[in-house]
C-alpha cells in the first residue's frame, strides 16, 4: 500500500475499529487514515521516567505506573457526595488515588489491573500521599510497555468510545505501516531551505516524539516536527488563498474608471471636513482598486466613529463621475435612512440623484423609483442589504458598498455574476478583526484599516462596578440628563425567547420611568417589537424625545446618537468582550464627555473579570478585539461557529501567527516560480474548498 492510498483508508478498517468507534470517530470528523494523524495529540506524558512512589513529594505533577491492590466507592458526611479510591503500588511502595464524585470509575477499575496515573501529588497529612483526580489508563496488554509507557507518550482527546489509549494503539499501528516513501506537500526546496523534517519523519516524532524531545517544547507545540505539521497547513491554506485570488483577478469589469482634476474638484467640493491620515490612506487604496480592470474586493475597517461613512461617500463619487450607478446598503432600515439624509445633504449641491428603499416606500412610489433606477436618472440608491438582491435593476451598477456587514456572506459574487454584474465592492464593518483572523476570514479580500478618529473626539470614560452600587450610577445619570444628554441602559438578551431577561428589561423601563426617572422619558427597545415599533422607538430616542433607552442588545449595530453621552450596562459579566465594545461606540460620538459603566453581578468569573479589565483598560477596538481573541480562540470569536470560520486542524491562530505569515509569504514566492497552470490550480481550489470551507464573500 503506497503512502497515499494508506492516507485515505476509511478508519473503519483499521484493526480496533468496528461500527461503534468508527461512528464515533466519524461524529467527530476523522474519517480517514490521514485525519487521526493530521491531530495532534492534546498533550505529551513523559513516562520514561515514571516516579517511583517513594520519591514522589507534594506539589509535583507525576507519573506512576503500578498495580492496584484494592479499590471502591467511600461515602462521605456530605449527602450525595462519593469519593472513588484506589490503592495502587509500584515496587517502592503504595500510595491511594482518590476521584471526587465520579462513582462510574467503580466499572473502570478493579484490583490488580496494571495501571499509569499523572496528576499532581498531594500531601493528606498524616495519611501521606495522594493523586487526586489524576489521569489514568488502564495497560493490560503485552505491549504496553513500547507504546504507552516507557518513553514520552502522546494523550489524544477521548472521542466518544475511543479512548485516549485506543487512539494511541491505532496512530501507532498505522504508523508502523506508514511507508518512508510519503509524498510531501512542501517543496523540497523550502523545506530545506527553512530546515523542516520531512513528512514521514514528522509525523512520527509528532506521535512518538523521540527520547530526548522537550517535554515542555511538546507541550507549547514548538518542536521542528510539530511545526513542520503546522506549517505545512498554514503554507496549503495560503496557497488555496492565492489561487482564489488569481482566479478572482481574472474577472473584468465591464467599465472603466477614471480619475482626473475635474473629480478631484467635486470630491473636495462636497468634503465637509478634512480627512484624518487614515481616511487619506484607506481612499487612496478604495480609489487605486477602482480605476482597476478587475473588480474591487476590499473590506474597510475602521472602529465605530473613524468615520468610514464619508470615504465610501467619496468612492461613490469617483463612480458616479464615471457614469456608474452605487448601491449603498446598510443591516436595518433605520441606517439606511440615517445614510440616505447624510449622504442626500452632502450631495445636494452636486448633480447626483439619492433614492431611498424602504419596506414603507409605497407602491406607487416604489415603481416610480424602480423606473429610475433602470434608466439611469437616479446615481445612487440606499436600501437595506437585500438591495441588490431583490427587484432593482440598474441602469449600469458600479459600485456596492456594504456598510456594518457582521454576517459574512450575505452579498455572494456569484449571485451579482448571475445579474450579468460586476461591480466593484467595498464592505465596511466596526467590527475590529485581528489581523490573522482577518486574513483566514477575508482570505481573498483586501483590507484597509482606518485607525485613527476624526479630531476633537474624547474616549469614553469607561467604569466597572458591582452592582450593588448601582445608586451612585444612577445618580451620575441623572446629573447627566439634567445637564440635557441623554442615556442608553443595556439588558444582556441572550435568546430573543428569553422571557425571564425580557422580563428584566421591562421591570427596569418601568422602574426607571416610575421610580428613579419620574420626570423624564423612558423608553424600551427590544427584539421582539415589530420592526415599526423598534423604529419609532428609535427614532424618537435619536430626535431626543426619549432621555433613556432600555433596551437590549438590538441596539448594538447602529444608531448615530451624538447627544447620548452614558452607557450603562447591566449584567456585563455576561457580555462578550468584542460585544460590550460595539456597545460602548454608541456614545462618545458627539463632542460632549462620555461614560461607560459595567454593572456586574459578583462573583466574577477569571475570564469576565479580563473582560471587564480589558474594558476600563483600553478603547482601542483593535486592542479589545486581540485580547477577545485570546480569552475565547477563534471559534468563538464571532460568538457562533457558523460565522465561515475556516476549520484548520493543526493550525492555532493564536499560537501559530508568525507560521502563519511565513507561510503567506513563501507561498507567494512559489506562486511566482512555479507558475501553476490553472487545471493545477482548479484542482488545488477543489481540495481547498472541501478543506477550509472559508465562506464566499465579496
Ligand atoms: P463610522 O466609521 O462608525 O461609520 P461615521 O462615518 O458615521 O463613522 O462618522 C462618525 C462621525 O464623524 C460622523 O458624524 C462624521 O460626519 C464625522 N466625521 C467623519 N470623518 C470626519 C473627519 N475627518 N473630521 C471630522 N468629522 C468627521
Ligand atoms: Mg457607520
Excluded at 253 to 266: E, H, L, P
Excluded at 528 to 549: C, N, P, Q, Y
Excluded at 584 to 605: E, I, N, T
Aim: contains cysteine.
Amino acid at each position: 500500500m503506497t503512502a497515499d492510498e494508506l492516507f485515505a483508508t476509511p478508519l473503519q478498517y483499521l484493526k480496533g475499529v468496528g461500527p461503534r468507534r468508527a461512528a464515533d470517530l466519524e461524529h467527530a470528523g476523522l474519517h480517514t487514515v490521514e485525519d487521526l494523524l493530521y491531530r495532534f495529540p492534546n498533550r505529551y506524558e513523559d513516562r520514561s521516567r515514571l516516579q517511583p512512589i517513594v520519591s514522589l513529594r507534594p506539589g509535583q505533577a507525576a507519573s506512576i505506573a503500578g498495580r492496584i491492590l484494592s479499590c471502591g466507592l467511600r461515602f462521605t458526611r456530605r449527602p450525595g457526595f462519593k469519593i472513588f479510591e484506589a490503592l495502587v503500588a509500584d515496587e517502592s511502595g503504595p500510595m491511594r488515588a482518590v476521584w471526587l464524585n465520579q462513582p462510574f470509575l467503580r466499572d473502570v477499575f478493579a484490583a490488580g489491573q496494571h495501571v499509569v496515573f499523572y496528576g499532581v501529588v498531594d500531601a493528606r497529612g498524616g495519611a501521606g500521599l495522594q493523586l487526586t483526580n489524576p489521569q489514568y489508563e488502564i495497560l493490560d496488554d503485552e505491549d504496553g510497555e513500547t507504546i504507552h509507557t516507557g518513553r514520552i507518550v502522546p494523550v489524544y482527546e477521548k472521542i466518544g468510545s475511543v479512548t485516549p489509549k485506543i487512539q494511541r494503539r491505532l496512530v501507532f499501528d498505522v504508523l508502523q505501516r506508514l511507508p518512508s516513501e510519503v509524498p510531501d506537500h512542501l517543496p523540497e526546496e523550502l523545506r530545506l531551505r527553512l530546515q523542516m523534517p520531512a513528512r514521514h519523519a514528522a509525523l512520527l516524532a509528532t506521535h512518538f516524539p523521540p527520547a530526548d524531545a522537550s517535554i515542555e517544547a511538546l507541550n507549547r507545540f514548538a518542536t521542528p516536527p510539530q511545526r513542520r505539521l503546522i506549517f505545512e497547513e498554514a503554507f496549503l491554506f495560503q496557497m488555496g488563498v492565492l489561487a482564489r485570488r488569481q482566479a478572482a483577478a481574472s474577472e473584468q469589469k465591464t467599465a472603466t474608471i477614471r480619475v482626473d482634476d475635474r473629480i478631484r474638484d467635486s470630491a473636495r467640493r462636497v468634503l465637509p471636513f478634512r480627512l484624518t491620515t487614515g481616511q487619506k490612506q484607506a481612499l487612496k487604496e478604495i480609489v487605486d482598486d477602482l480605476q482597476r480592470p478587475q473588480p474591487m474586493n476590499r473590506l474597510l475597517q475602521g472602529d465605530v466613529g473613524a468615520g468610514k461613512t464619508i470615504v465610501a461617500l467619496l468612492a461613490a463619487l469617483v463612480a458616479m463621475e464615471n457614469g456608474l450607478q452605487v448601491a449603498f446598503m446598510a443591516p436595518t432600515e433605520i441606517l439606511a435612512e440615517q445614510h440616505f439624509l447624510n449622504i442626500s445633504r452632502l450631495l445636494q449641491s452636486s448633480r447626483f440623484r439619492v433614492a431611498l428603499f424602504t419596506g414603507s416606500t409605497s407602491t406607487a412610489a416604489r415603481k416610480q423609483q424602480l423606473a429610475e433606477v433602470e434608466a439611469g436618472s437616479v446615481h445612487l440608491v440606499v436600501g437595506t442589504h437585500a438591495l441588490v438582491q431583490g427587484d432593482v435593476r440598474f441602469h449600469q451598477l458600479g459600485l456596492v458598498v456594504i456598510d456594518e456587514q457582521h454576517r459574512f456572506g450575505v452579498l455572494q459574487r456569484a449571485t451579482l455574476r448571475g445579474k450579468g454584474l460586476s461591480p466593484d465592492v467595498l464592505v465596511m464593518t466596526a467590527t475590529p478583526i485581528p489581523r490573522t483572523l482577518a486574513l483566514t476570514l477575508y482570505g481573498d479580500l483586501d483590507v484597509s484599516v482606518i485607525r485613527d478618529t476624526p479630531p476633537g473626539r474624547l474616549p469614553v470614560r469607561t467604569f466597572a462596578k458591582p452592582e450593588s452600587r448601582h445608586d451612585e450610577v444612577f445618580e451620575f445619570l441623572r446629573g447627566q440628563i439634567d445637564a440635557g444628554r441623554q442615556a442608553y441602559v443595556i439588558y444582556p438578551l441572550v435568546e430573543e425567547s428569553d422571557k425571564i431577561d425580557l422580563k428584566a428589561a421591562t421591570e427596569m423601563a418601568d422602574h426607571l420611568a416610575q421610580e428613579i426617572f419620574p420626570s423624564d422619558k423612558v423608553g424600551l427597545l427590544h427584539g421582539r417589537l415589530k420592526a415599526d415599533a423598534k423604529d419609532r422607538v428609535m427614532k424618537a430616542f435619536a430626535a431626543g424625545e426619549l432621555h433613556i433607552l432600555v433596551s437590549t442588545t438590538v441596539v448594538e449595530v447602529g444608531i448615530d446618537v451624538p447627544n447620548a453621552t452614558v452607557m450603562l450596562i447591566e449584567h456585563a459579566e455576561r457580555f462578550g468582550l468584542s460585544q460590550l465594545h460595539q456597545l460602548r461606540g454608541r456614545v462618545g460620538r458627539g463632542a460632549a464627555q462620555s461614560f461607560c459603566f459595567l454593572l456586574y453581578q459578583s462573583p466574577l468569573s477569571e475570564e469576565a473579570r479580563e473582560r471587564l479589565k480589558a474594558m476600563t483598560d483600553t478603547t482601542d477596538g483593535f486592542e479589545i478585539a486581540e485580547r477577545d481573541l485570546r480569552l475565547r480562540g477563534p471559534g468563538d470569536f464571532f460568538g457562533t461557529r457558523q460565522a465561515g470560520m475556516p476549520t484548520f486542524r493543526l493550525i492555532d491562530l493564536v499560537r501559530d501567527r508568525e507560521l502563519l505569515d511565513v507561510a503567506g509569504v513563501e507561498a507567494a514566492r512559489w506562486f511566482e516560480t512555479a507558475a501553476p497552470p490553472p487545471q493545477a490550480l482548479d484542482r488545488m481550489l477543489q481540495a481547498w474548498a472541501d478543506r477550509f470551507r472559508l465562506m464566499e464573500i465579496g
